[in-house]
C-alpha cells in the first residue's frame, strides 16, 4: 500500500512558477512510476506529466511541455512537479498518482494509488 499526500498549491498570479510536493510513504517507492493529473472545475481529469522509477524517463501533456518538469527525490520518497510561466488555464486541482509499474503511462486507469489533490489558482 501506498500513500500519498501532496502539497505546495496556492494561488499565484500569471507568468509566477509554483513547486507541487507529493510525498509517499509504504515501501517499494522507488520502483513505482509516478504521475501528476490535473482537474479543472467542469472538466474531466487530464494527465500532466509522468517520470519512470529512475527519474530518466519523462513524458509530458503537451499544454505543460516546456513550462513543467517532473522530479523525483528516491531517497525522500517524493516526486515534484516544478510549474513555470503558470496561466490562468492550468487553475485545477493536482493529484499525484504512483503506478507499480517500471513504465511510463498517461492513463488513470493506469496508476493505483491517489494523493488527495492540491489547488493551483492563477489569476489573470
Known amino acids: 500500500q501506498v500513500q500519498l499526500v501532496e502539497s505546495g498549491g496556492g494561488l499565484v498570479q500569471a507568468g509566477g512558477s509554483l513547486r507541487l510536493s507529493c510525498a509517499a510513504s509504504?515501501?517499494?517507492?522507488?520502483?513505482?512510476?509516478m504521475g501528476w493529473f490535473r482537474q479543472a472545475p467542469g472538466k474531466e481529469r487530464e494527465f500532466v506529466a509522468a517520470?519512470?522509477?529512475?527519474?530518466?524517463?519523462?513524458y509530458y501533456a503537451d499544454s505543460v511541455k516546456g513550462r513543467f518538469t517532473i522530479s523525483r527525490d528516491n531517497a525522500k520518497n517524493t516526486v515534484y512537479l516544478q510549474m513555470n510561466s503558470l496561466k490562468p488555464e492550468d487553475t485545477a486541482v493536482y493529484y499525484c498518482?504512483?503506478?507499480?509499474?517500471?513504465?511510463?503511462?498517461?492513463?488513470?486507469?493506469?496508476?493505483?494509488?491517489w494523493g488527495q489533490g492540491t489547488q493551483v489558482t492563477v489569476s489573470s
Open positions: 498518482a504512483a503506478r507499480n509499474a517500471r513504465f511510463l503511462a498517461v492513463l488513470q486507469y493506469e496508476y493505483d494509488y
Open positions: 509504504g515501501r517499494s517507492f522507488s520502483s513505482y512510476t
Open positions: 517520470i519512470n522509477w529512475s527519474g530518466v524517463g519523462t
